[in-house]
């Protein structure tokens, strides 16, 4: 790990170090992809058992997997796994129910009502990775949310052969149609969809370079489909204190650097001998993970920033804007109204990322590579769409009428104005009856 002394850098070096890499520097990325849904649009289900054929571990004839299938899954899972994943479903079911929004109803003016309201999007499909470490907990993250909002067709697609952890928890959220499908060919078939595979109004789920600009092409079409988020490598960033455990900081940073070669893993820290402390535990815990390979090449473009206080450790937290805030301090809820920019934040030393990874309740669908300066944690929000209803009474156009008039005026649109004259006059002539 690159260690760093903040002062010591120029702006100009400091906005360096906070720089992510760039993202798909394999220029035909977006050419292979481009041809991928092109074929997966004209020739549906045929090209995407070629697809199968060409790039799926277990290459399938039937995308779809089977009850018969997912119950042998089931069958063959241990019964401690299986109540673990319930147990994080509840959590996380919880959490989710709790975001609820009630219809906002308000008179505005006298006999003027607005409302806004929400409404489940109808169709979502949800991509979840295969490749070296198959997530279950990324079924339950992105099911959960689609099962509460009332999504009316919740289809998932993942890698073949589809993991027995991944069916279960497919199953245990609800999810009923599961086609064992990955890569470009799935986001393009749940985009406009195929024999099999039903069309889907907006796409979730990570994924690797090739699916990330899948989705980021099918969102630029108005007939493919919406996305939840642009995607990067994932990121934590520490905030230590001299009061943090160096073991607890060192078991974080891994966990992260363990998810792949191009992870991003930061510590910010105001002691030098933390920093010491915490190169020592990684060495020592690193040598006993079955994925060290991958984790060390991760902490190999990981920095170390030593800094002077915390608020100048929070002012470096905010401008790298991390996927994963961790606070390590002796009083980590204090930091919380400076901290600005992070997906999700980890407050304390018994708060380790992996508790929201799994089974605390919060989403682990994270906005990475900066994008958490505006974009929002994965919740029931994003499986909605927000519109408005409005009624005027008598007293409402009456009232409400004339202002509309006279700024259709100064817009010079004359029809708009006529509209509510027409009613004004309505009502004086009916008035003038009775
Ligand atoms: N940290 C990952 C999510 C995950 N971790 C799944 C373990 N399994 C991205 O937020
Ligand atoms: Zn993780």
Redesign the pocket.
Known sequence: MQTLIWKTLSPAQQADVLTRPALNDEADIGAVVKEIIAAVRSRGDEALRELSQRFERAPREQLRVSEAEIEAACARLDDDIKSAIEAAISNIRTFHAAQVQPVVRVETQPGVVCELRTQAISRVGLYVPGGS?P?P??VM?LAIPAGLAGCREVVLCTPSPASDEILFAARACGVEKVFAIGGAQAIAAMAYGTQSIPKVDKIFG?GNAYVTEAKGQVSRDWRGSAIDMPAGP?E?LVIADDGANPAFVAADLL??AE?GPDSQVVLVTTSPLLADAIAGEIKGQLAQLSRRDIAAQALGSSLVILCDNLDEACAISNAYAP??LIVQTKAPRELLDKLENA??IFLGAWTP??V???ASGTN???P?YGYARTCSSLGLADYQRRYTVQELSIEGIQGLGPIVQRIADAEGLDAHKNAVTLRLNALSNQQQKD
Request: aromatic content about 4%.
């Open positions: 470490a997530l907990s990324t993250m990570p994932s934590v966990s992260q998810h996927e994963h997906g999700s990322e992996s929201g990874d799994y682990h669908t994270l990475t």
